[in-house]
């Protein structure tokens, strides 16, 4: 059961699945592409689905990551204004989803008072988090983005990923981030492998991606 859903009346809750439909999905699936239709509002129930963007450069940026128990903001966007998609939604791990027609939506958003609550804070969580996107392609170096984005991802001190997935995270050319990833490995910061970084100095990768606290 979707979270948003947990506190749902018996009544509502039956009305408000009739129609739905749920999904598996693997990973590599592209859930919606830009100029699709959405046809209905997807609930994460397992897995993990990035949301990206191609620039005009040809280049790709991640706008945010969708994870369990999460809702599509974009979808949400184009499902209650009647657009079609202008982003990507592919799968990045095995992923199990519950779609929700407009219909549904609008029943569960006038009958269930705690369902309408967890999406317009999902939606307001996820402007305030594409605004945070915006200021950093705006305002910062790609160095210090690169770095705060590897202590992001790290787990036990490892990123799992390409160059060319950290280039689409930052909205950058990859060559840019293989370039910055053998300076960062020449300083000592990272040890560079096939697919991964270590992170050698995570204090040091904290010091290049806040210099406003180091006096730098």
């Known amino acids: 059961m979707h979270p948003a859903l947990a506190s749902v009346s018996d009544s509502a809750l039956e009305s408000g699945l009739r129609g ?20 209905g509002l997807p609930l994460l129930l397992k897995g993990e689905v990035r949301v990206q963007m191609a620039c005009a450069s040809g280049n790709e940026i991640v706008l945010y990551r969708i994870k369990s128990g999460d809702i599509c903001a974009l979808s949400l966007s184009c499902l209650i204004s009647n657009t079609r998609h202008r ?6 791990e095995d992923t199990e989803v519950l779609v929700l027609p407009l219909a549904n939506v609008e029943l569960l ?3 269930a008072p705690d369902f309408r609550r967890m999406v317009l804070q999902s939606y307001g969580q996820r402007l305030q988090s594409l605004m945070m996107v915006i200021e950093e392609v705006a305002f910062q170096r790609v160095d210090q983005r690169l770095a705060e984005r590897l202590i992001e991802r790290q787990r036990g001190g490892l990123v799992s990923a390409t160059h060319h997935d950290l280039a689409v995270e930052l909205g950058t050319a990859r060559e840019v ?4 990833l053998k300076a960062f490995e020449h300083k000592g910061l990272v040890k560079l492998a096939r697919g991964q970084v270590e992170l050698a100095d995570q204090p040091g990768l904290a010091r290049v991606a806040r210099p406003d606290l180091n006096g730098e």
């Not at 982003?87 to 990045?92: L, N």
């Not at 981030?177 to 910055?180: E, H």
Request: glycine fraction near 10%; aromatic fraction near 4%; charged fraction near 25%.
């Open 20 to 39: 739905s439909r749920q999904m598996s999905m693997p990973a590599g699936t592209t859930v919606f592409g830009p100029g699709d239709i959405c046809d």
């Open 87 to 92: 982003a990507e939604a592919v799968v990045d």
């Open 109 to 111: 958003m006038d009958e």
């Open 177 to 180: 981030v293989s370039r910055l």
